[in-house]
């Protein structure tokens, strides 16, 4: 079977989605095309992954460039002739269900909603074209229930799936805190807050460090590993003790060197940081967007879940965290148990080629057939 996978954005959490996606697909015998801008980089990480890569150029917003993005998509499948198209994330989502129209079997994966993203009359466009183009996917796939949820709740009627996102646990998994610490020369004795992501809007880093001032967390440090689109504003606003990383090619040191992990996102489908944070044996701190009430091991939301955009409650949160290294163990025992028997990239992986095994169309039928059902 040979899969079109449509990918824009090229970075962050899509991409590590796509790349753990076509390494299982091609170590599975399908043939994994994936198609995004050579910019970035997935295309060289899909390709040591085992895909095919093809050149897509692409924008992350809606603009003038839009038709000759859907003219790209177009020629793509012309010339690759997939059994099916996964479109990932807003962008691919709108010119892929465009170009297609079901004329082949289209799987469409939001990575989170693209209206939880805007506001006001954008907000109102992006329901709108979202609940038009399902009628052009065969499938809807949410990676948590919450985000299937918020689908339904904007209007979408679609045909859903919900597949929850995995990590690979054989890369992330519990390592020794002193050693990791001593790797990326930061003192042994003081706690350290971690926060794995791009510096954008969505992960909400000005709310975190709003909260770290507030936290009064005196000798802690905080760690912002990533790099992005509002660095220059969070550096000039960011009190003591916050220490700016950059973009890390392995998060895994940054994970094993924390004390706590925190992602005060303002949307999300289900984080992928989280997550891994969790298989590395450390207790993490979110905002209450979609997928992360369901990505928390049972009881945790008390002392892990809090309301996003409220820098109030995540100040205290994390003083409290802060405060008892005995709760910070207990809880990032449990988050690795947890992670390892719900978040295995291995099971999301098969899941997903299950799906697509549902889709594609039997042998004989024709595109003409499938146009007219």
Request: include cysteine.
């Amino acid at each position: 079977m040979k899969i079109l996978h449509l990918v824009q954005p090229v970075e962050g959490g899509v991409a590590r989605v796509v790349v753990d996606l076509v390494r299982a697909q091609a170590g599975a015998g399908l043939r994994p095309v994936v198609a995004c801008p050579p910019d970035g980089g997935l295309a060289a990480a899909a390709a040591e992954a085992g895909a095919q890569v093809r050149p897509w150029h692409a924008g992350r917003d809606p603009d003038l460039r839009l038709a000759g993005e859907v003219a790209g998509v177009r020629a793509l499948v012309r010339s690759c002739r997939p059994q099916l198209v996964h479109a990932h994330s807003a962008k691919a989502g709108l010119a892929g269900r465009i170009a297609v129209r079901g004329r082949v079997p289209t799987v469409f994966q939001p990575h989170a909603w693209s209206f939880e993203a805007v506001r006001g009359a954008t907000a109102a466009s992006a329901r709108r074209w979202e609940r038009f183009g399902a009628r052009w996917a065969d499938r809807v796939l949410c990676v948590s229930e919450s985000e299937r949820d918020r689908g339904r709740l904007a209007g979408i009627a679609a045909r859903w799936s919900v597949i929850r996102n995995g990590v690979d646990l054989d890369r992330f998994r519990p390592g020794d805190r002193d050693a990791a610490r001593a790797a990326l020369s930061l003192p042994a004795g003081v706690p350290l807050v971690v926060c794995v992501g791009r510096l954008s809007r969505q992960k909400g880093q000005d709310v975190l460090l709003d909260a770290w001032r507030r936290a009064r967390a005196g000798g802690a440090l905080l760690a912002l590993v990533g790099g992005g689109p509002e660095e220059d504003r969070l550096r000039a606003a960011a009190p003591d003790g916050v220490l700016f990383a950059g973009a890390a090619d392995d998060v895994v040191p940054w994970l094993h060197a924390s004390d706590v992990v925190v992602l005060p996102s303002r949307w999300e489908g289900m984080a992928l940081a989280p997550l891994e944070a969790m298989a590395c044996g450390r207790p993490v701190l979110v905002t209450d967007v979609a997928g992360a009430g369901e990505s928390l091991p049972p009881g945790q939301a008390a002392h892990c879940l809090v309301a996003p955009e409220d820098p109030a409650a995540l100040a205290g949160a994390l003083a409290a965290l802060l405060a008892d290294a005995g709760l910070r163990e207990a809880l990032g025992r449990a988050a690795g148990l947890h992670a390892r028997a719900a978040f295995d990239v291995r099971a999301t992986a098969d899941a997903v080629v299950r799906l697509y095994q549902e889709l594609v169309p039997p042998s004989g039928t024709t595109t003409r057939e499938r146009t007219e059902r």
